[in-house]
């Protein structure tokens, strides 16, 4: 593949211009874009690093996936979402109508709570239709969503609230996660607690009741904690004046209510993510940009016809879920099922079970699924014809040829595309995806740039990598639906993405180019870790167990797993005179889950009394990848400061994960 030189992006810069206007032409706009379509600096040399879309143009993305469905396209008869619950039998079925509706109502109830344009609100709710909900009614009325994925501890969900400054907390009594009962409100209770402690009291909590009587009665082994007893109308006579009621609010809700219109460039929501030095970011999207590229991607990736029935079984708390559960289908009038529960329960043919139940033509997955289920065989698979079938989907983490094999051949029976879908929270949405029947797939590879995306492969040293080659996976250009910012701290955004090389946005991730000029993703090179397709950062496991007291340092890297991509190993040392015990282990776990979440529960942690430094006191985390997955072939040690660590450290390997 040859360098692209000036006058060549320019030429392209222009016909993508052209692309994507005749693609905004199918949109509403309540203004036109004035100037060009895209206009941008990605080089911090030149200045402070931009981008922006359609400058000028006013819309509502909201009124774009609704309205716009229902009235113009007399869509609203139509299946937006096949709601399956946690239980088989829990089910509903919502039309763009009623959708339209309920968001009216709710975008009534935010308004009358105070909530105005540019307002923060924060959503953690279990996959339920009111999430969906919930986070467009704050598009309505221009306020920005931050939704706190439900998995996630009252501290991370603290820490998200006050860092996006948010007024209102929308959330729910709790929910089942296979037999599991999560009470959610209770760790929402927490977090709002922690936030008053800091001296940030959110104004408002909206509770929606999700469960019913008798699950909330019900005593359930695994649950976390004792299940709730509280139904949602105790909580109008409840001590806690910031607690209403979702029910008794959309009760006398009008189910009218005029979009605010929004500038392109104005915010549309902050997704966090993880960052390398332990503090989590604040990825800011924008309106038009990330409206029209969803809407693209969704259409192209997963060649989208109006029949389709679309299953992503991402949760929306993550970025596969806002672009490819909410605004990527929506924007294109389709059906989707919404998934609350998990693949294994009640049974592992539930994923099976579902594609024939609503006959679903689509499905977007995580290789992590995958290799879970591949566990099992075939035979769960085949109890079920799977023959709607047309498309499967892949994201998150790169997928290994054995697992993709097992999809193509096992669940799509041979005949149907696999799209490996590389892209990031930051991206927006596809950077990286071959297009279904026209892209010549090869097992792993996520194949070639989307539309208006122009990949390099740099060096150490900066310099652009020519043909087959492998290093940094970086970015040349912008395409609408990139982040714009790190919420608060643009600083962050420039020094995280664009320092390292200036002129291009860097990614983060590896990647080779082959012969042919396919890319293959080779995984995170900076301190991430990919545990089930969930990106963590080793600072932030790290900053959680040393704040037990029994911790004097830790370090913490990712080992490989044969289904969660990589699993978290821990090295631990400990204060003078603190003996390492199996309740000190237990309780070390139980610190970094209530500081972050499950996803990060440590597999393994080991007692390291002396940890491999260099003489100037880093610690050398590559030997300690070496020593997690007993690899004695250490490379070059010369910089070792205590060679005799080593030995030690091999000798407590822990060989059993959690
Ligand atoms: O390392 C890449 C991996 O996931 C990272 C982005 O994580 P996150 O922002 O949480 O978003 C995940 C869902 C889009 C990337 O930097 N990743 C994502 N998709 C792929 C992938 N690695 C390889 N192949 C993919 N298809």
Redesign the pocket.
């Known amino acids: 593949m040859s360098k692209l030189h000036l006058h060549d992006l320019l030429r392209l810069h222009l016909i993508l211009s052209e692309f994507w206007v005749d693609i905004a032409k199918e949109f509403f706009w309540k203004t036109k874009h004035t100037g060009q379509f895209l206009d941008y600096n990605f080089d911090v040399t030149k200045g402070e690093i931009f981008v922006k879309c359609m400058e000028g143009a006013t819309t509502n993305i909201c009124y774009n996936v609704l309205d716009r469905n229902v009235h113009e396209k007399k869509l609203g008869d139509k299946v937006a979402f096949y709601w399956e619950g946690n239980e088989p039998g829990d089910e509903k079925t919502v039309t763009y109508r009623e959708l339209l509706q309920e968001v009216c109502k709710f975008a009534n109830v935010l308004k009358l709570q105070g909530v105005k344009k540019g307002d923060r609100v924060s959503i953690y709710m279990p996959m339920v239709v009111e999430l969906v909900v919930a986070m467009l009614a704050c598009a309505r009325i221009g306020a920005v969503h931050s939704i706190v994925f439900a998995g996630f501890s009252a501290e991370s969900l603290c820490e998200r609230i006050i860092d996006s400054q948010c007024s209102l907390l929308v959330t729910a009594d709790g929910f089942y996660r296979g037999d599991k009962l999560i009470n959610l409100k209770v760790i929402a209770d927490e977090a709002l607690e922690k936030c008053r402690d800091k001296s940030f009291p959110v104004e408002r909590c909206i509770m929606l009741k999700h469960l019913s009587k008798e699950e909330q009665e019900a005593s359930s082994p695994g649950s976390l904690s004792p299940p709730a007893k509280r139904s949602c109308p105790d909580l109008q006579s409840g001590p806690r004046q910031v607690d209403v009621c979702w029910h008794s609010l959309m009760e006398g809700a009008s189910d009218e209510c005029e979009p605010v219109w929004c500038e392109s460039e104005d915010p549309l929501f902050i997704l966090y ?1 993880s960052g390398s030095t332990g503090k989590p970011k604040g990825v800011l999207h924008t309106v038009s940009g990330y409206m029209l590229y969803t809407a693209t991607t969704f259409k192209l990736v997963f060649d989208y016809h109006p029949d389709d029935v679309y299953w992503c079984t991402a949760d929306i708390g ?3 879920g806002h672009s490819y559960i909410t605004y990527g289908p929506l924007a294109n009038g389709a059906t989707s099922v919404l998934f609350e529960g998990l693949p294994t329960y009640p049974d592992v043919s539930r994923m099976w079970e579902i594609v024939d139940k609503y006959h679903v033509s689509k499905f977007y997955t995580a290789p992590t699924a995958i290799r879970l289920l591949m566990k099992y065989g075939s035979e769960p698979v085949h109890k079920y014809k799977r023959s709607s079938l047309k498309i499967l989907g ?6 290994n040829p054995e697992a993709w094999q097992w999809y193509y051949n096992v669940v799509g029976d041979g005949r149907c595309p696999v799209v ?7 991206t927006g949405g596809h950077v990286l995806t071959p297009l279904p029947a026209a892209t010549p797939l090869k097992p792993g590879s ?1 194949t070639f740039p989307f539309f208006g995306v122009v990949p390099a492969i740099l060096n150490e040293s900066g310099e652009e990598l020519e043909g087959p080659n492998e290093g940094y996976l970086v970015f040349k250009q912008p395409w609408p639906g990139v982040m714009r910012t790190v919420f608060g701290n643009h600083q962050r955004f420039e020094t995280t993405y664009f320092k390292k090389f200036p002129g291009f946005y860097v ?3 590896g990647c080779r180019r082959d012969k042919d000029g396919y890319y293959w ?1 080779t ?2 090179i900076d301190d991430m870790l ?1 545990v089930s ?3 963590l950062s080793t600072a932030e496991v790290e900053s959680a167990l040393v704040e037990h007291e029994a911790v004097a340092e830790a370090a913490v890297v990712g080992t490989p797993h044969p289904v969660k991509g990589e699993s978290l190993y821990c090295f631990v040392t400990l204060t003078d005179g603190i003996d390492y015990t199996t309740t000190l282990e237990a309780e070390l776990r139980k610190q970094v889950r209530e500081k972050i979440g499950a996803i990060a529960t440590p597999d393994y942690i080991q007692n390291a009394p002396g940890l491999p430094k260099t003489r100037s006191g880093k610690i050398m985390r590559r030997l300690l990848r070496k020593i997690a997955s007993n690899q004695q072939d250490l490379g070059d040690v010369s910089t070792l400061a205590d060679s005799t660590v080593i030995e030690q450290l091999f000798e407590n390997r822990c060989c059993t994960a959690l």
Do not use: S
Request: proline letters at 4%; a negative charge.
């Open positions: 993510t993550w970025i596969t892949t994201v998150g983490e790169p997928i490996d879908t590389f892209w990031q929270t930051e996520a990614t983060g991730d993703i995984g995170r990919n397709g969930h990106l």
